[in-house]
């Protein structure tokens, strides 16, 4: 429920969002009829957005969420894990999967990147966002699960190893970097009083913080980002003629 009233208006949804159709705009056109899958969409802010490059399916473990996202609109949605996806080898254009391999186990994790790359058509991207730094492990992490945070081998061997070839890969939310990480540091002397940071009243700094998050778009999808508290991977599966 908090990230269902969170997702249309904080800073971080709406920056990671405009990086998201940054990288996007940069290989797909808008009305491409692309078909999408979203693996672990949540309460569907991010189905909703997939929507204008084609036909967008979403699923999730969470059926409060999937009908949390079936209120936004997106008719198109199933109960399922990214370990054992109910679809053919092949059916989608586009997979998206933000902020799920870093809740799996190294076994979990393996079997999720797998699947994603059979469903994925000869051709087709799979886009994900990670956390990173694992040496940023701090209360927010443990409140949503995050088994881990990546390094950017870590997650570009993962890609490789499902067949998958790593077209970009770069680190996001670098400029709030320094503020993060002496948050997280600070949380091992003195335990915070809210476990999330979704919960944090940013006020006016909102809008100052999702400006500095947004204008790393044209970053990413050029030469990229050496640091940050995210990474972000777009990865192709071979056609036969360049396998």
């Not at 996202?69 to 053919?88: D, E, I, K, M």
Request: charged fraction near 20%; hydrophobic fraction near 45%.
């Amino acid at each position: 429920e908090l990230m269902y009233r969170l997702e249309d208006r904080l800073w971080w949804y709406r920056g990671m969002r405009h990086i998201t159709a940054t990288l996007l705009d940069h290989h797909y056109a808008r009305g491409a009829g692309l078909r999408v899958l979203d693996a672990g969409c949540g309460t569907g802010a991010t189905a909703s957005q997939l929507g204008a490059y084609g036909c967008v399916t979403g699923i999730d473990l969470e059926r409060y969420a999937l009908r949390l996202a079936q209120q936004r609109g997106n008719p198109r949605l199933a109960a399922s894990s990214v370990r054992a996806l109910p679809f053919a080898a092949g059916s989608f254009d586009l997979v998206t999967c933000f902020h799920v391999l870093v809740m799996l186990d190294e076994a979990a994790e393996a079997q999720a990147l797998s699947e994603l790359a059979r469903v994925l058509a000869p051709g087709g991207r799979l886009l994900v966002r990670v956390a990173a730094n694992d040496w940023l492990r701090g209360a927010h992490d443990r409140a949503w699960q995050v088994m881990r945070r990546y390094s950017p081998g870590r997650l570009s061997a993962g890609l490789t190893r499902a067949g998958l070839r790593v077209e970009r890969l770069s680190h996001a939310n670098m400029w709030l970097f320094p503020l993060a990480a002496a948050k997280r540091l600070a949380e091992r002397l003195a335990p915070p009083r809210s476990t999330s940071d979704l919960t944090y009243p940013f006020g006016p700094l909102d809008h100052v913080f999702g400006a500095l998050l947004s204008s790393e778009a044209p970053l990413i999808a050029g030469p990229g980002l050496a640091f940050g508290l995210s990474l972000i991977a777009l990865a192709r599966k071979p056609s036969p003629a360049t396998a």
